[in-house]
């Protein structure tokens, strides 16, 4: 029903920023959640922050006030502006889709961010 292609992931130096993004084959308006998911080698794999097509966002605890979560509705593109980077930010980030039109959770193929010195 949708399929999401990640984008933006490379390697970051301690204390830089990296910007993720998601684009949907579908109108982002008509899904009710869009976000972002991580998964650390050895770790499993943790909701990192959440977007209603309704305005309300959430982040995890360890991301909040470094991360900033957004829509581009015109574009069907969800963003993820990363911020203050530290090594445990190291992960696949996975973009999620699910709600409103869809029949469930929808994932992309994911994107590798690595921050190290």
């Known amino acids: 029903q949708v399929q999401l292609v990640e984008s933006g992931g490379g390697l970051v130096q301690p204390g830089g920023s990296l910007r993720l993004s998601c684009t949907a084959s579908?109108?982002?308006?008509?899904?009710?959640?869009m976000g972002w998911f991580r998964q650390a080698p050895g770790k499993q794999r943790d909701v990192v922050a959440m977007?209603?097509?309704?305005?309300?966002?959430n982040y995890a605890d360890s991301v909040k006030g470094r991360f900033t979560i957004s829509r581009d509705n015109a574009k069907n593109t969800v963003n993820l502006q990363m911020n203050n980077l530290t090594s445990e930010d190291t992960a696949v980030y996975y973009c999620?889709?699910?709600?409103?039109?869809?029949?469930?959770?929808?994932w992309g193929q994911g994107t590798q961010v690595t921050v190290s010195s």
């Open positions: 999620n889709a699910e709600g409103g039109i869809l029949g469930g959770a929808y």
């Open positions: 579908t109108s982002i308006r008509s899904i009710s959640l």
């Open positions: 977007s209603s097509n309704g305005g309300t966002t």
